[in-house]
């Protein structure tokens, strides 16, 4: 089963980019699909970025143009790279890992956009 960790969040200021990364352990995520989703404050959480086994990658309108999902298998990690950041950007990001109907979560990295 795999295990995913998430790092790269903090504080930024509108306008700012974050680099996030998940790297996973106990499997090679080269066998699964991977996406990054997000929970806002009272809000669901709401798919932001998918990325294929083959590498396909999709997004949410919302960030179209602004992040970029990518995968390095060797590496066993999956990044989003996220540029001119939102206040609406704010929030929980986490990881994903979904091979089938299993899905496996990250613990989730806080994403705080202010002034």
């Known amino acids: 089963q795999v295990q995913l960790v998430e790092s790269g969040g903090g504080l930024v200021q509108p306008g700012g980019s974050l680099r996030f990364s998940c790297v996973a352990s106990?499997?090679?995520?080269?066998?699964?699909?991977m996406a990054w989703y997000r929970q806002a404050p009272g809000k669901q959480r709401e798919l932001v970025a998918t990325?294929?086994?083959?590498?396909?990658?999709n997004y949410t309108d919302s960030v179209k143009g602004r992040f970029t999902i990518s995968r390095d298998n060797f590496k066993n990690t999956v990044f989003l790279q996220m540029n001119t950041l939102k206040p609406d950007d704010t929030a929980v990001y986490f990881c994903?890992?979904?091979?089938?109907?299993?899905?496996?979560w990250g613990q989730g990295t806080q994403v705080t956009v202010s002034s």
């Open positions: 106990g499997s090679r995520i080269a066998i699964y699909n």
């Open positions: 994903n890992a979904r091979l089938l109907n299993n899905n496996h």
């Open positions: 990325i294929a086994i083959a590498g396909a990658a």
